[in-house]
């Protein structure tokens, strides 16, 4: 049997020794605030977060947010002590959706009509191409065609190809990066139709996927208003598919499910009502289009309201202002009292799905939606509201009037959100990553090429700011790893305490590594309340581990060895490093560490028999009597569970190994290579490592990435070597064939080329090709030639090779 795990003294949760209060930066004040929830008892917080817009697969830089998100409402559950009403929505209407929608309908509709390329779909085609570069591309002359792109781009955008911004001047961003894209798609198109063939199935997949982003937006410019606008189920089919997926990437990244999920298209009757209001209190205006304006001087007459309080500085920025409204709302003339004002209500145009409402058929405006349904679900006022940093203005600026005209009524100066909290960006190249530039890797992509995993990717947003933005480089990818490893080894070592533990302890080690213990639960404490600083928790906890680790271990209890460690268990828990593991229960590590529980009994058995072999080996005692000692203290059973059967054939076939071994009377040299094929080979391919240690049993471990990594690394550098040598042999073997072929020639016939035309007696030559004397210094140099082939020629004729 294993050896059984010691027994741990009960767990209390470890207090800091000063506890700091929290402070959150808040948006709304741009400052660090006292956090103080509105609940008088201060335990309930009533949270808002805004949702995805699902009409498309989730990114990396969604899930920056989620996550982050996700880490900010562990910490003030786990390790605050909050109890959170988590509210998220799912914007399953918008302008972007509309659009998405009626284009992906319209195109299926478009591929259902045309199976094949005909002339008239590569027409259309071009003309789609046409419209999307003359829209999009305005560098490029009005004469530019499918056949002149390529060079005409290269000419006119050089510099954004070459990575410049487009005056070469200033740094690139995210103008680049959207022509960028829009150079991308023109150019896939441009090759669809310039393919030679598009007859067979796989051509016209092909052709149809290339001219995909040019056809949507022309076939919506010629069709898009002859959707029928009660027909939901045209938007609908789009984003009940991406809200699942979005939720299959939310689970597979540990992001905790919102305790109410909220959806734009169940709240249209409570919208209306909601926008009522604000027009009954004096804050809005309907125009002749059956469309609802937030008037925004009304709302700043009035005593204590102000508009654009996250950023005021952006209040006349045009270019976010139209972002906000949509692209679908752009209108030649408008009855808006202000450029600013912006909508509550949207009148239906044709093609556009509707509800009913006072001012007619409409559908609600962006912002809107989530005023109405957080303030259905948490009240008049809320604690958190929180999102990605991009939506501060115009949607949450936006948010905040609209919310606080409709609950103020005259008086002004409501408070509808105490704290804001927005996450920063992922940037790849200097440009956020987003969905309207198309630079975006999914999440599922990401996961599926195995380039993240919940937990890696965590750790790199933890070692950054949360509302700060993130790059990710190849040294922070580095540094993640560097900190998920040095964690792992830690509890491997803790772990190893469980099965061998550290009897012989003197405990003088125990007071300096617990001074280091309640210095770095204090660092964590806080910096956790200083704004959920989790780049300097992370730096307590690693530096934590440096500390144990350089302590004497033979001089430290394994009581404090394990309260250190459920400690770091119990933080990175709360980080949601470890799955959906109880921060709580005392219990040590995270998953991945250790081995399947069906091959503990046997894997300990060998592994402790291995070290027994192996010491008396290698101090020359191994005698027959004291093998079969070793061998008797396991011996495995004729039935094992189906799971556990290769990890006891392990133990036997070692086992019969030993015997076969000693029946030859082998050298201690044997035993020692068969103790190292257990490790290297038999247990290596079951996923478990044996990690021999000086003075100390081997540690039982599973093989992770950094062992596999580093093995394949051995593993190369030595088939390196062997290629190095191969080739040595083979240059060898060739030069001694050649030189073995030269050795045949006889020197007297070495030199009757058609470069000479005489030569002496011995073959030597006297005139070159034109009849002149050969030179006096050529001669010379071509005699020392002679010699050595002479050599070689009477070397060959020794050795019995040949005959002159």
């Known amino acids: 049997m294993a050896t059984p795990a010691r027994t741990q003294p009960p767990w209390k949760e470890p207090q800091p020794s000063s506890p700091a209060k929290l402070k959150v930066w808040n948006s709304l004040t741009r400052s660090k605030n006292d956090f103080v929830p509105i609940d008088p008892e201060g335990k309930v917080v009533k949270w808002y977060s805004c949702g995805p817009t699902v009409y498309d697969d989730a990114h990396l830089g969604h899930a920056r947010n989620y996550v982050t998100i ?120 441009v090759t669809s139709l310039l393919a030679p063939s598009k007859s067979t199935p796989e051509d016209i997949e092909v052709f149809y996927a290339g ?118 709302s752009v209108q030649k003339t408008s009855e808006k009292r202000s450029d600013a004002d912006f909508a509550l209500w949207k009148s239906s145009k044709p093609g556009e799905p509707a509800w009913k409402s006072p001012w007619g058929p409409g559908r609600p405006g962006w912002h809107i939606e989530c005023s109405v349904m957080a303030s259905d679900v948490l009240g008049e006022q809320m604690d958190i509201h929180s999102g990605g940093i991009d939506l501060c203005f115009p949607h949450h600026d936006n948010e905040l009037a609209q919310s606080e005209a409709h609950w103020s009524h005259k008086e002004g100066g409501h408070q509808w959100v105490n704290y804001f909290l927005h996450m920063g960006h992922l940037s790849i190249s200097g440009s956020k990553m987003s969905k309207s530039l198309k630079n975006f890797t999914t999440i599922r992509e990401a996961l599926a090429r195995g380039d993240w995993n919940a ?68 660092k964590a404490h806080n910096a956790l309340a200083d704004s959920f600083d989790t780049p300097t928790a992370m730096r307590a906890i690693s530096g934590l581990i440096t500390d144990y680790n350089s302590a004497d271990k033979a001089g430290l209890s394994d009581g404090v060895s394990f309260d250190v460690a459920r400690w770091i268990t119990r933080m990175v828990r709360i980080f949601g490093l470890d799955g959906s593991a109880d921060p709580y229960d005392g219990g040590i590590g995270w998953s991945g560490i250790d081995i399947p529980s069906v091959a503990k009994e046997f894997v300990y058995a060998v592994s402790r028999e291995r070290d027994e072999v192996r010491q008396h080996a290698i101090t020359g005692d191994l005698s027959e009597e004291v093998l079969q000692s070793i061998i008797a203290q396991h011996q495995p059973g004729q039935k094992q569970d189906i799971a556990a059967v290769p990890y006891a054939e392990v133990l036997s076939t070692f086992q019969e190994n030993l015997q076969s071994l000693a029946s030859k009377k082998a050298p201690a040299r044997d035993y020692l290579d068969l103790c190292d094929q257990l490790r290297d080979a038999h247990l290596w391919d079951l996923g478990i490592y044996l990690e021999d240690r000086e003075n100390a049993p081997a540690m039982v471990r599973p093989v992770d990435a950094e062992l596999q990594a580093a093995r394949d690394q051995k593993e190369a550098i030595a088939r390196q070597k062997a290629e190095a040598k191969l080739k040595r042999e083979r240059e060898e073997a060739e030069k001694k064939a050649k030189l073995a072929e030269q050795a045949k020639i006889n020197p007297k016939d070495m030199f009757r080329t058609e470069e000479y035309s005489a030569w002496d007696e011995e073959g030597m030559p006297t005139k070159d090709k034109e009849g002149a004397d050969v030179a006096k210094g050529r001669t010379k140099k071509l005699r020392k030639e002679w010699e050595k082939q002479k050599k070689l020629f009477e070397e060959h004729l020794k050795a019995g090779s040949g005959s002159a």
Do not use: C
Not at 165 to 183: Q, R
């Open 70 to 189: 996700d880490i900010l409402r562990r910490v003030l559950a786990g390790y605050f002590g909050y109890n959170l009403q988590f509210v998220q929505n799912i914007t399953d209407v918008d302008d972007k959706i509309i659009l998405r929608g009626r284009q992906q309908h319209l195109l299926a509709k478009f591929k259902a009509e045309n199976p094949t390329v005909t002339d008239e779909v590569i027409a259309t085609t071009i003309k789609a191409f046409d419209a999307y570069v003359k829209k999009n591309l305005p560098l490029l002359s009005s004469e530019v065609n499918i056949g002149s792109f390529n060079q005409e781009t290269a000419d006119k955008y050089a510099n954004v190809i070459q990575g410049k911004s487009i005056d070469g001047v200033t740094p690139p961003g995210d103008k680049e990066a959207k022509i960028k894209m829009h150079l991308r798609t023109a150019s896939t198109a």
């Open 455 to 522: 937990r890696s990717l965590r750790i790199i947003f933890l070692l950054g700011g949360w509302h700060d933005g993130i790059e990710i480089t190849d040294d922070m990818r580095k540094q993640g790893s560097s900190w998920e490893s040095y964690v792992t080894n830690f509890f491997y070592k803790v772990r190893d305490l469980e099965v061998h533990p550290n009897i012989s302890s003197t405990g003088a080690e125990d007071e300096k590594v617990q001074k280091s213990f309640e210095s770095a639960k204090d």
């Open 211 to 328: 001219a995909e982003d040019v056809l949507l937006p022309y076939l919506d410019s010629l069709y898009g208003s002859s959707i029928d606008a009660s027909d939901h189920t045209v938007f609908t089919k789009l984003t009940q598919k991406y809200e699942a997926r979005f939720n299959e990437d939310m689970r597979s990244l540990n992001v905790l499910d919102p305790d109410v999920v909220t959806r734009v298209t169940e709240y249209g009757d409570q919208i209306v009502t909601f926008v009522e209001k604000i027009v009954d209190n004096g804050f809005a205006y309907k125009t002749s289009d059956g469309s609802v304006y937030f008037d925004i001087d009304g709302f700043e007459k009035v005593p204590g309201n102000h508009y654009a309080r996250l950023e005021p500085w952006n209040r006349g920025d045009k270019g976010l202002q139209a972002d906000g409204e949509g692209a679908l």
